[in-house]
Structure formats: structure tokens, C-alpha cells
């Protein structure tokens, strides 16, 4: 299976700042079918990015995501304080669908 | 507009088996695969399996194999997931989520909260 490994655990940030998540893939990522998505405390993922650069229904342009084969980012450009949440990518290209660990974006 | 509901939460010993209900509405629910996730406390996402409405096929997680069983009723349009031979590592958040064209979770339902205790 391929396994996805985000960097960092943990990022601290003031609103305004800038954010750059990463997602590193064990092995290629087919067709580059990987997802971005947000979860906030007690509710559900929230898709923000599919096919690694196209922003979901609603997603606000301050969210961005690049990379292909084996390496990811999820950029977010000013963080607005109902950006602090956990970013969790995927990659739903091979079977087993499998998820990384998760970043938590925490206010500074 | 597309919506997903699921069944409320529930308690089970150890050895049981539970049975979670994802009812969609809003779409076509035949035309779009049906995913199984889980979120133990405290923890990331872990993907269990997914249901293609039409035609009832199944992908299930190595993991979950021969433990999980996914069905659906397309007369109401709802989604079964049940989990046999329930553990204490098996407490969780069990979610649904509508497959996109492609693959992602595009929507999502509101979780059940599954606890295994004796």
C-alpha cells in the first residue's frame, strides 16, 4: 500500500501568515489522484483540493495544492482564523485508499 | 442538495457486531460509490471500504477483511456498513462519504460514534 507521511505534525501560525503543508507519497501517486482535506474538532473532513491542484465546490482561492508523482504540498496563503484545523491528505488513485497522518495548523 | 445522514451512536460488548446506516439524498444516489472511514479518538483517518450502489460491488481494506460487510437499498437510498467481532480497538467515528467522479470524498455524513465496551 502507498503511505503518505505529512510534514510537519505541527505547524504554529498567526492569522495572516502564510502556511505550507506536505505530503510525501511512499511511491507514486497514480494519475495524481490525492486529496487535501480539513477537519475541524467534532465534525466531518472537509474536501478542499482533488487531482492534487483542483480546489473543490466552495473552496476559497486562498487554498492551493501542487506536486505530483511523490510529492504534495497544500498551500494556504493567509490564514484566516477558521483556517486552524488538522489537513489530512489522500490518495485515492490505488487501492487500498489510504490517508496521511495529519498536520495540525494551531494558532501561534 | 446532497446530503448524507447517518444513524445515531451506538454501544456494543466485545464479539458483537454493529451495523451503521448512511442514508444519501439530494442526487442520483445510484451514480456515485459510497466510502467507509474511520477516525479512532484522537487519531487520523483510516479508510475501511467502499459500495458501488449500482451494482452492490465492494472494495474492502485488507485490514477490515472478512470483518466488514458494506450493503445498500436502493428502493430508500441507504448504505449499510457492519463490522462483526467487535474489539475495543474497533471505538470510533465511522463516516460516509460520496465518492466523486474520480475518487474523492466530495461529501460526507456526520459520524457515528461507535464505543465497544465490556
Known amino acids: 500500500e502507498i503511505v503518505l507521511t505529512q510534514s510537519p505534525a505541527t505547524l504554529s501560525l498567526s492569522p495572516g501568515e502564510g502556511a505550507t503543508l506536505s505530503c510525501g507519497a511512499s511511491q507514486s501517486v497514480n494519475s495524481g489522484y490525492l486529496a487535501w482535506y480539513q477537519q475541524k474538532p467534532g465534525l466531518a473532513p472537509r474536501l478542499l483540493i482533488y487531482e492534487a491542484s483542483s480546489r473543490a465546490t466552495g473552496i476559497p482561492d486562498r487554498f492551493s495544492g501542487s506536486g505530483s508523482g511523490t510529492d504534495f504540498t497544500l498551500i494556504i496563503s493567509r490564514l484566516e482564523p477558521e483556517d486552524f484545523a488538522v489537513y489530512y491528505c489522500q490518495q485515492y488513485g490505488t487501492s487500498p485508499r489510504t490517508f496521511g497522518q495529519g498536520t495540525k495548523v494551531e494558532i501561534k | 442538495q446532497v446530503q448524507l445522514v447517518q444513524s445515531g451512536a451506538e454501544v456494543k460488548k466485545p464479539g458483537a457486531s454493529v451495523k451503521v446506516s448512511c442514508k444519501a439524498s439530494g442526487y442520483r444516489f445510484s451514480g456515485y460509490y459510497i466510502d467507509w472511514v474511520r477516525q479512532a479518538p484522537g487519531q487520523g483517518l483510516e479508510w475501511m471500504g467502499w459500495?458501488?450502489?449500482?451494482?452492490?460491488?465492494?472494495n474492502y481494506a485488507q485490514s477490515f477483511q472478512g470483518r466488514v460487510t458494506l450493503t445498500r437499498d436502493t428502493s430508500i437510498n441507504i448504505v449499510y456498513m457492519e463490522l462483526s467481532r467487535l474489539r475495543s480497538d474497533d471505538t470510533a467515528v465511522y463516516y460516509c462519504?460520496?465518492?466523486?467522479?474520480?475518487?474523492?470524498?466530495?461529501?460526507w455524513g456526520q459520524g457515528t460514534l461507535v464505543t465497544v465496551s465490556s
Open positions: 459500495i458501488a450502489p449500482s451494482s452492490g460491488g465492494t
Open positions: 462519504a460520496r465518492l466523486a467522479a474520480g475518487g474523492p470524498g466530495d461529501y
